[in-house]
């Protein structure tokens, strides 16, 4: 079992960054590849970026140049980076996590584990 707890949400201005972290219990998330969903009001959750177990990142379209997801599993943590930051990535943004998979990362159903997830808000 995976507990996953998100912070590093806020309030912030266009142009802004923040940066959300996932803390992760137990002793095996180096197995655990990872990823960043976020959920707009009215609309479904969809995927932002992943980072398998042994490293290697995927990025929705929307993410690409200015998100970067990293892990550090000497803290049992992944973070999201995410710069220039604009009105449209307002939203609910939740960490999940699946063992040992490289495979569909990008697809919700794939996670076996979910954080409660953690409110980014961007003003224009």
């Known amino acids: 079992q995976v507990q996953l707890v998100e912070s590093g949400g806020g309030l912030v201005q266009a142009g802004d960054s923040l940066r959300l972290s996932c803390a992760a219990s137990?002793?095996?998330?180096?197995?655990?590849?990872m990823g960043w969903f976020r959920q707009a009001p009215g609309k479904e959750r969809e995927f932002v970026a992943a980072i398998t177990w042994n490293g290697k990142t995927y990025y929705a379209d929307s993410a690409k140049g200015r998100f970067t997801i990293s892990r550090d599993n000497a803290k049992n943590t992944v973070y999201l980076q995410m710069n220039s930051l604009k009105p449209e990535d307002t939203a609910v943004y939740y960490c999940a996590a699946v063992r040992r998979r490289f495979s569909g990362l990008g697809s919700e159903e794939t996670y076996d584990y979910w954080g409660q997830g953690t409110q980014v808000t961007v003003s224009s």
């Open positions: 137990g002793r095996t998330f180096s197995t655990y590849s």
